[in-house]
């Protein structure tokens, strides 16, 4: 596929060590015009969108909150008045509301609705604002950004693992509402070493390492997955012409488990 001249929308792609803004230098890099939407790490997604522009092609800032459908549709415009049209969404927005599996009465309707309304809802938005540029693109796709807990229902919470769920059902379902002209897939990365864990592990980098030694001793390669591999995931997804309603999980080996002889 050729890259050059394409348009690719990226949600929740500001941060500077996200999976988005990973996925928005590989792009870029090819030769593709990037949109980078934040909520509000608008100075890193200032850097990361001149990082972009480096690289010679158009690339654009475009702040909001993509679980309001006013702001969808106007990402929808901002992205047809300057380009006239969409190749690739990749939808890297994401949150969680931590709160421990067996204390039931500590996640309420209400956290539950905001962790739904970020992971699920707002890529459904973003589709339905999308829906008339992707089908006038000849190689048009959306790229959602899951995680392994939609698979094993182990995370940070409830909501969380749920919600991921429902983003890899969206993601089918959207694959066969939009077909044949857009291609939907879905990339399940396990923990990845990201700007994601910045606030959580704030002031806590010992814990941090601790945690990264952990996950590296989980899977068969011994290593962190880092942004860039999941970048490198979502790009071979986005030039591959017959892969749609994929669910691709991305753990390095993790769900196979280590043999005890090893
Ligand atoms: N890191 C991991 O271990 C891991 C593992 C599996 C799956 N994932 C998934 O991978 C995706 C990307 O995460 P990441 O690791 O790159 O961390 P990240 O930088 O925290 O990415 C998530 C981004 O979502 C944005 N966001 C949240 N709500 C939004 C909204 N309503 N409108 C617009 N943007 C919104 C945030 O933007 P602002 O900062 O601008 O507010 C944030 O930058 C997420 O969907 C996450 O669930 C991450």
């Known amino acids: 596929m050729i890259l050059k001249g394409m348009v690719s929308v990226l949600t929740g792609a500001g941060r500077i060590n996200s999976i988005g803004a990973a996925t928005a230098r590989i792009l870029a890099k090819n030769g593709s015009h990037v ?80 962790v739904f309304s970020s992971n699920v809802i707002g890529p459904y938005l973003i589709a339905q604002a999308f829906q008339p540029l992707l089908k006038a693109s000849k190689i048009a796709s959306i790229t959602n950004v899951s995680s392994t807990a939609a698979l094993t229902g182990i995370s940070s919470s409830i909501a969380y693992a749920t919600a991921k769920g429902a983003e890899n059902s ?17 990339v399940c990365p396990s923990f990845v070493d990201s700007s994601w ?32 591999d999941v970048a490198l995931a979502i790009f071979s997804v986005i030039q591959n012409p017959v892969m749609t309603g994929e669910i691709i999980r991305l753990d390095a080996g993790a769900h196979i488990g280590k043999s005890n002889s090893r």
């Open 35 to 114: 949109v980078i939407n934040c909520l509000n790490s608008r100075l890193q997604a200032e850097q990361v969108v001149s990082e972009c522009a480096s690289h010679g092609v158009s690339s654009e800032l475009f702040v909001g909150d993509i679980t309001d459908v006013d702001v969808c549709k106007s990402l929808a415009t901002f992205v047809k008045d300057k380009f006239g049209k969409v190749d690739t969404i990749v939808n890297c927005v994401g949150s969680t509301h931590p709160a421990p599996y067996e204390k039931l009465e500590l996640l309420t309707a209400s956290d539950f609705m905001k």
């Open 197 to 228: 864990w910045e606030i959580p592990f704030k002031d806590k980098q010992e814990k941090y390492e601790a945690l990264l030694q952990t996950m590296k001793e989980k899977n068969l390669l011994n290593r962190v997955i880092k942004p860039e």
């Open 170 to 186: 969206l993601t089918l379902a959207l694959a066969q509402a939009l077909s044949p002209e857009v291609r939907v897939n879905v």
